[in-house]
């Protein structure tokens, strides 16, 4: 958790500074939907159950309305299940994933209305479990994301978008079991929770 605030403060303080020169920036509440996310382990099975998830996002748009800096937050809560022939009997947790993200977009705009964007984030996730049964885990994280805007006026718009968002865990690494099972991912990069979402945009000019 330490990781992520720190990563949180930085990202913060980069685009603060951005902010002190900028011309237009948007703040875009958001809520949808993350689906099921299945992933091999050693001598099993783990998955992310699917289900809703919001957050919001601050971007900064650059002069010439091309490009987008931006800053995250998403917070999705789950069930985590393991089932593995090293693990003694099956792991069913309550689970919390928060993801901190900072990224570019790239813009497309086909009219004063609409906008296409697609876009990569870097940043970190924490999955945390409100049981305490299991420690929490930090992981960088790598992520994309494409989507459409359309604004209503020149300061409220709607947006939806299409995430993938993938915590980074190194191949035998453990994500929430003991590592001392013998239980670890198989593979890299194996977690891919795909998301869609839709939310407000409140555009601001300085």
């Not at 949808?32 to 919001?56: C, M, Q, R, V, W």
Request: charged letters at 15%; hydrophobic letters at 40%.
């Amino acid at each position: 958790m330490r990781v992520l605030l720190i990563f949180t403060l930085f990202s913060m303080l980069g685009i603060v500074g951005n902010f002190s020169n900028a011309q237009t920036f948007e703040i875009n509440p958001f809520s949808g939907y993350t689906f099921p996310s299945t992933f091999d382990i050693t001598g099993g099975t783990a998955k992310l159950e699917g289900n809703a998830n919001f957050g919001i996002s601050f971007g900064y748009i650059t002069p010439n309305d091309v490009t987008e800096f931006e800053f995250s937050y998403t917070y999705f809560g789950t069930n985590a299940n393991a089932s593995s022939v090293y693990l003694v009997e099956e792991e069913n947790s309550r689970a919390r994933l928060h993801f901190v993200m900072a990224g570019v977009n790239r813009l497309l705009t086909v009219s004063e209305k609409v906008t296409f964007f697609g876009g990569v984030k870097l940043g970190a996730s924490n999955l945390a479990f409100p049981d305490g049964e299991n420690q929490s885990s930090t992981k960088f994280t790598v992520g994309v994301q494409a989507g459409m805007r359309y604004y209503l006026s020149d300061r409220i718009g709607f947006r939806m978008q299409g995430n993938l968002l993938m915590p980074i865990v190194s191949e035998g690494g453990s994500l929430w079991w003991s590592p001392s099972s013998g239980t670890g991912i198989s593979g890299w990069s194996p977690i891919v929770p795909f998301s869609l979402n839709g939310g407000l945009i409140i555009r601001i000019y300085k």
